[in-house]
């Protein structure tokens, strides 16, 4: 019983320490930044200069500002704008299917930040994150009828132009507080699960589940130079999503388990938000949304497969 205990002690310590020393200030001045662009209308006019150029991976102008949101603030930060494509009835199925596979590939601010501290390569996981993006986005949209890309065009238009009418209506002090105000909310917010997903994978790594996986995987691994132990933040990921997997691999940075060239080895296949809960919280954003989760799972995994490769060819053992 007393092992026990110490089991939940250690993983509180730890969850407690990564929230407020770690995601606490990354998240503070990320999203005090994030509301300011997004309120002077900075996004939105970076958003439709993008739009047209993606427009042949099926991803709508609206689609831009989900990328952006996944890509500097958070997985969950996308909802918003899923939210508001599934309830456009002029945004294509396909147009839909794109943006989410483009999501479910792409690295999450909340994650990829913080590691940073710890070596990961954050210019080459964007690129990455695009390309990979972009190429789940096109097999998507060809995957789900689609309605025409002009149709698609107006609507993303008309939604962009839309939010950029309430720009300028508080001082920038007062946007930065806000920002930063939603920033510590989401660090705060994160503790409990941050503490059940770490003792969880504390009890695995116990009875020698972890270890048994280790020793299967090890040896095709090894072979494209990537440590036995990386088993451990990716079986995390896959079972308890992706920010415990952020803590974990940290942890194991912090231990010298994983260097900073085993992480951006690994970083294209495990920073992105095709988990269990990662597809639960973005498909839930509408119903239109949900009905194209498969495609988009597909879109996403071959993807993630490429943005994978690209980053074990970038850095070599």
Request: aromatic content about 6%.
């Amino acid at each position: 019983m007393q092992h026990f205990i110490d089991l939940i002690m250690r993983s509180g310590e730890s969850g407690v320490h990564l929230a407020l020393y770690v995601l606490l200030p990354v998240l503070v001045v990320m999203m005090a930044l994030m509301r300011l662009l997004e309120e002077r209308g900075v996004l939105n006019k970076v958003a439709i200069r993008i739009a047209p150029l993606l427009l042949f991976f099926g991803i709508p102008g609206l689609g831009v500002f989900a990328i952006l949101q996944i890509l500097l603030v958070s997985f969950a930060a996308p909802i918003a704008t899923l939210k508001i494509m599934s309830a456009d009835d002029r945004i294509s199925k396909a147009g839909i299917a794109a943006t989410l596979a483009a999501v479910f590939t792409m690295s999450q601010g909340n994650a990829a930040f913080p590691m940073a501290v710890a070596g990961l390569n954050i210019p080459i996981l964007m690129t990455t994150s695009v390309i990979g993006g972009l190429l789940a986005a096109y097999i998507a949209y060809r995957s789900v009828l689609k309605e025409g890309q002009e149709h698609i065009a107006e609507a993303a238009s008309y939604k962009l132009k839309s939010q950029g009418d309430q720009t300028k209506k508080a001082s920038v002090i007062q946007l930065l507080f806000k920002g930063g105000e939603e920033g510590l909310n989401i660090a705060i917010k994160s503790i409990p699960p941050l503490i059940l997903s770490i003792f969880m994978v504390n009890i695995l790594r116990e009875v020698g589940a972890i270890n048994l996986l280790e020793t299967v995987l090890s040896p095709a691994l090894t072979r494209i130079g990537i440590p036995g132990v990386a088993v451990l933040p990716v079986a995390t990921k896959y079972l308890a999503g992706g920010t415990a997997m952020m803590a974990i691999t940290l942890e194991l940075v912090q231990e010298g388990a994983i260097n900073a060239l085993e992480l951006n080895r690994i970083a294209g296949f495990i920073l992105n938000p095709l988990d269990p809960v990662g597809v639960a919280l973005l498909a839930s954003a509408g119903s239109r949304v949900g009905s194209v989760t498969k495609p988009a799972i597909k879109g996403a995994f071959l993807g993630i497969i490429f943005r994978g490769i690209l980053h074990l060819l970038i850095f070599k053992a």
